[in-house]
């Protein structure tokens, strides 16, 4: 039970973190971001330029928007960072056997 409190806890701390992380960006890098949501305008006509069916393409353009796809960018790499420390801090206190 405790593994699937930490694990729901890691996702929830990387979602308000990866928020927090975009914000600071935005507010103190906004030609960072700028590059940021013109790569991800990249990311959403390659995606949609695949030649797939037209019904599914249809769903992809409806579903997909470059500002879900940077926060996406966003929490990945807050969850990456949190894996990191966590496995820093959190292997003087394992036990190996």
Known sequence: ?????????NIFTSLILGALAMGVVWYLSPDL???FFHSASGLKLW???????????????FLIEERQIVFMGFVI????????????FIAPFTETV
């Open 33 to 35: 971001m700028q590059d």
């Open 1 to 9: 039970m405790l593994r699937v409190f930490l694990a729901t806890t």
């Open 47 to 61: 995606l949609t330029n695949l030649g797939i069916d037209p019904k599914y393409n249809n769903f992809l353009w």
């Open 77 to 88: 790499a807050t969850r990456v960072v949190l894996a990191i420390l966590a496995a820093i």
